[in-house]
Structures are given as structure tokens and as C-alpha cells.
């Protein structure tokens, strides 16, 4: 049975006034990644590896960074993505989909997905698609597309200050910038943390029983096993994960 096709025959109508749109590559089971799950839905539709595409592409190697400056773009030829697995980046010839002068990637965001929740930039297809409008002011469109999904609302609400800084940027540049100052106020707030646990060097304790030496073992490895990874480099997008 072709899950595809068929779904794609009898998806209803698109509620967004976005042309959405997808490069398949069939790496993922169609009855549970998202990106098939939008082409079901009616949200967006799937594009011949070879059909050309004159709106905005979302590619994991792209040199530019999405911004609102995008979004005359979008409104008039639509948004791309590639439906793929992010074990199967190799596979995908981004180079060939889309403009090259039209090729994006998303900025730092935080997945909200069950496969990747709170990771760094590992964000899905639906997940990706909807940034990229809610970052070119498309904010309707955004909420719509992540409206079949039960982690839409935490999506939103997990970025909700990344998406301010970025939506107000002017172009590239400015979302850069936005991106690095949020990256660098995340340190920051990574730093205080770690110094608010720490005990001061000569404090109240300093001259009491403390536990023996392996229950500070075991604080250091909660400490550790608590505090978020640090995040990837920002050029490592998320954008094409089932």
C-alpha cells in the first residue's frame, strides 16, 4: 500500500495561506513521522525530488540564516522542507532542491517533540516548517501547522522568547545576532546556576561533619546528570527530522 499516495488523495483542503511544501525521501515510517502526517493533513504537499521550487528552502547546510526579511518571499512562493531522518542527512542532496540564493536555516531552537524533547536545534519536520513562519511573521500559518500535534502548544511556548528576539530582527544579520546574544545569556544563566549550588569556600559548614566522600560523588554526578548539555554549533540546523 502507498501511504503516501493515497493519503495525499484524499487530504482536504490547506487551511493556511502558506504554500508548504515537502521533499520526500522515505527514510521514516509515513504512518508516524511528521512531516506525513502534515501532507495527511492537508498542510502541506509533497514535491518530485526534480520539480522546481521559487520559494524559501530550509536546508541543514545552508549559509544563510532565516529572518523576517524572508518573508515577502514565502507569502508569495512558499516554504520547503526535506522529509528525511537526521541518520539519513547524507542521503539528501540539498544542493539540488530549491535556489541556492533561496536556501535557509532556522536559528537556535529547542525541540519540543516526544522523540527529542528539549534538545538543541533536533526539532522535526513539522516543527522546523513552523518556525520558520512564526520567525517570518507568519504566526497564524505557525500555530496551524503544529495544531495536529500534541507538543504544538510546548513548541511555542519552550522558543516563546527565542521567537520575540527573532521575529524582531531586520534580516540575517540581526537574527544572527539575536541567535548569539540567546546562546550567550543561556551561558550565563547555565554559569549562575552552577555557582548558586556551589557551597562558598569557608562558609557555615566549613567546619562541620560533611557526608562522606562518595556522597559528593554521587551530588556531582546528579549535578551533572541534571544540568542541559551544551548546545551544538548553531550552523548544525534542525530542520529535516521525521
Given amino acids: ?24 525521501f522515505s527514510q521514516n515510517d509515513a504512518r508516524r513521522d511528521s512531516g506525513s502526517k502534515l501532507v495527511r493533513q492537508g498542510l502541506a504537499r509533497r514535491l518530485d525530488a526534480r520539480a522546481a521550487f521559487r520559494g524559501i528552502v530550509l536546508a541543514a547546510d545552508a ?17 520547503a522542507g526535506v522529509n528525511c531522518s537526521w541518520r ?4 539528501v542532496p540539498f544542493g539540488t532542491l530549491g535556489r541556492p540564493e533561496l536556501r535557509r536555516r532556522l536559528p537556535f531552537l529547542v525541540a519540543a517533540n516526544e522523540v527529542n524533547y528539549g534538545k538543541p536545534l533536533y526539532l522535526n519536520t513539522a516543527e522546523a516548517l513552523a518556525a520558520a513562519l512564526r520567525i517570518a511573521g507568519l504566526t497564524r500559518d505557525a500555530e496551524l501547522l503544529l495544531a495536529p500535534f500534541a507538543s504544538g502548544e510546548a513548541f511555542f511556548a519552550l522558543n516563546a522568547d527565542a521567537f520575540d528576539a527573532y521575529a524582531a530582527a531586520v534580516d540575517s544579520d540581526g537574527v544572527a545576532a539575536a541567535e548569539a546574544r540567546f546562546l550567550a545569556d543561556c551561558e550565563a544563566a547555565r554559569a549562575e546556576a552552577r555557582a548558586a549550588r556551589a557551597v562558598p569556600a569557608g562558609g557555615y559548614l566549613a567546619d562541620g561533619d560533611l557526608p562522606p566522600a562518595e556522597s559528593d560523588d554521587e551530588a556531582d554526578d546528579e549535578e551533572a546528570a541534571a544540568e542541559p548539555p551544551p548546545p551544538p554549533p548553531p550552523d548544525v540546523s534542525g530542520l529535516v527530522l521525521s
Fill in 88 to 91: 539519513g542527512l547524507d542521503a
Fill in 63 to 79: 549559509a544563510q540564516i532565516l529572518s523576517p526579511a524572508d518573508a515577502p518571499v514565502i507569502a508569495a512562493q512558499g516554504l
Fill in 1 to 24: 500500500q502507498d501511504l503516501g499516495r493515497g493519503a495525499a488523495a484524499a487530504a482536504p483542503p490547506s487551511p493556511l495561506a502558506t504554500r508548504v511544501c515537502l521533499w520526500e
